[in-house]
């Protein structure tokens, strides 16, 4: 598990892993250290992880792209969240620019009786090159569509928040 402080300004955010006994106390030290916004990343396939994060979330994100075996994988995750009483919703990645791959699966998510966020965040080259040289979309290409995909996603969710 790897809680991901950050803070919403200019400053880099910190990066702070930690075994989900433990969550609590990162938590804590986040909130001391002026924290106002926090991560928390699992693995898909550690549901007792996944849980304790999501008890400890006041919102979970869950990324999916839009094709068969990720929306088929959803399903434990959105059980946890519901599991854990804590709001969720799911975010599209990985969407290709053109086709109906978006439509087809929000009707799919649908199935599970949770909502899907706006902002979807496209296909696009800069996100793998920015993986590649450990940079975020923003890093990479500050001004590019891959960047703005990602600004209007942070500052929605913390509209939600």
Known sequence: MSPRASRPSSLA?????????????VLDAAQAEGAQLVFIDT???SESTAL?????ADLVLIPC??????LRAIGTTIDLAKLANTPALVVLNAVPA??????????????????????????????????TLG????????RGKAAEEVQARATWTQQQL
């Open 98 to 131: 053109r086709g109906n791959l978006a439509h087809d699966a929000a009707e799919a998510i649908g199935t599970y009786g949770i909502a899907i966020a706006p902002h979807h965040l496209g296909q696009r080259a800069a996100f793998q090159h920015a993986l």
């Open 13 to 25: 955010s910190p990066l702070v892993s930690a075994q989900a006994t433990r969550l609590p106390q």
């Open 52 to 56: 304790a994060a999501a008890r400890a």
């Open 65 to 70: 792209r839009p094709a068969i075996l990720d």
């Open 43 to 45: 693995a898909p396939h």
């Open 135 to 142: 940079l975020t979309a923003q890093e990479y290409e500050p």
